[in-house]
């Protein structure tokens, strides 16, 4: 009786154990979440500031129609290169 008790113990130990460390990793995998989505907002709004600059340089030279039209052209290609990179990764 008494080694079945031990085993009884010992298995809720484990399991205490087993839980905190359950509970650190998904506290670690929360905070590299929250860095991640960071990230992809900050990348996302420079990459909408580099292609506001490029419209607003392009203006000028050739006006409105011509630059959204290169803007254009530079956002089609940056979509398709965005495409072609998540097809190649999910191979």
């Known amino acids: 009786m008494e080694a079945i008790a ?26 590299a979440v929250g860095f991640g989505v960071i990230a992809v907002v900050l990348a996302l709004a420079g990459a909408g500031f580099l292609l506001t600059a490029l419209f607003l340089a392009l203006a000028r030279p050739l006006g409105n129609v011509g630059a959204a039209a290169v803007f254009g052209a530079v956002a089609l290609a940056l979509a398709a290169a965005a495409v072609f990179g998540a097809r190649r990764l999910s191979k």
């Open 6 to 31: 031990r085993v009884v113990v010992s298995a809720a130990e484990l399991l205490e154990a087993e839980g905190r460390m359950l509970k650190r990793q998904v506290m670690r995998l929360g905070v």
